[in-house]
């Protein structure tokens, strides 16, 4: 996903927790049945119908959507060359990592999205159809975009993603009311950064792993992992087993080595014919002022973890607001021991504290 995005991304993100705060907290809300216990059928009985709060809720996410696509449409595409809708297979790009990073993104955007119109007290069927799909609405209108760039194209890749993450959602508090299987984000800096350049001989940087930490948090795919963390005690056991609630597992995918989407050779011709723009150059004016090193393209690996998840949503709480508040925030996984499995090395390996 492009730069910008993930700029507007974030910022909606942090928005529509916010809204979602001073709406439960400027109006008399009837959310109190739905505290009474976890998500359980007994306890969404709130009133039907789409209240103010609610309505302000909805308001609210709607403006921010639209101001967002218009700011997305002038600071990236207005600049870039626009035709006739087309495609574009993106699927191998940096070994899908952007992919599970687009399912994850739209899940936890339908729960942000489901969590605030359930503190405003309407009933759970409506807070699931008019919260749920926010992610799938930004990142459709976003494929819509590239589709007319001519710089991009619509990507059946990314929408399958979205999909898939919204549905993942949906279905299961449509299903069970809860979320017993929840995708989960994590990152560490793998310190490929120094591999921004993009020609050797004018030391132009093109920052396709990210310009600072935060940019970071979404362009390094070499230091990201999604994970679908699984709730043992609710899918396999019933309510008076003292297990606790919290501790689930969790397996996790990520990759590692990868300087440019498809692969890190180096540019066979001119810088950027052969598609990947030559990025991999390694800068380090510090430690190796005016050297340049290329990572090989055999680094790029697949990962695959196992490790326990401690689901800070389950945690009981009585403050309603603090409820809702780790709801949101039980899409970070937490750092944990894990064990790790290289598909291309074909070995395991372990780690005493995974992040």
């Known amino acids: 996903m492009i730069y910008s995005l993930k700029r507007f991304a974030s910022l909606l993100l942090t928005i529509a927790v916010a809204v979602s705060q001073v709406s439960a907290a400027t109006f008399e809300l009837n959310i ?22 609610a309505a302000i809720v909805v308001g609210t996410e709607a403006v921010l959507i639209t101001g967002i696509m218009a700011s997305l449409y002038s600071s990236w595409y207005s600049g870039t060359e626009t035709g006739g809708f087309h495609f574009y297979n993106d699927n191998r790009e940096w070994l899908m990592m952007d992919k599970l990073g687009h399912a994850n993104s739209c899940y936890n955007f339908a729960n942000i999205g489901y969590e605030a119109l359930v503190m405003t007290g309407l009933d759970e069927r409506r807070s699931l159809l008019y919260g749920a799909p926010l992610g799938i609405t930004i990142m459709t209108m976003v494929e819509v975009f590239d589709g007319l760039s001519g710089n991009w194209g619509f990507s059946w890749g990314d929408m399958t993603a979205n999909i898939l993450g919204t549905g993942l959602f949906m279905g299961q508090q449509a299903l069970w009311h809860e979320q017993r299987i929840a995708l989960k984000y994590s990152y560490h800096n793998s310190g490929l950064a120094k591999y921004n350049v993009s020609n050797p001989v004018t030391m132009e940087r093109d920052y396709i792993i990210g310009k600072d930490w935060l940019d970071r948090l979404y362009e390094d795919y070499s230091g990201i992992t999604i994970w679908a963390a699984f709730d043992v005690k609710s899918l396999f056991m019933n309510d008076d087993s003292r297990y606790p609630s919290w501790l689930g597992w969790a397996v996790g995918f990520g990759a590692e080595g990868m300087t440019g989407e498809y692969n890190n050779l180096r540019p066979a011709a001119s810088v950027g014919a052969d598609g990947n723009w030559g990025r991999g150059w390694e800068y380090d004016p510090v430690n190796a002022p005016g050297q340049l090193a290329y990572l090989p393209d055999d680094a790029r690996q697949r990962r695959l973890f196992l490790a326990p998840d401690i689901d800070i949503s389950r945690i009981p709480c009585r403050n309603k607001t603090l409820k809702h508040v780790l709801r949101v925030l039980s899409a970070i996984k937490l750092p944990t021991p894990a064990v790790e499995y290289r598909p291309g090395e074909s070995r395991l390996c372990w780690h005493w504290l995974y992040f």
Not at 32 to 53: I, W
Request: net charge negative; aromatic share 10%.
């Open 32 to 53: 109190g049945p739905y505290f009474a216990s976890d998500h359980t059928p007994e306890a969404h009985v709130q009133t039907p119908g789409l209240n103010r709060s």
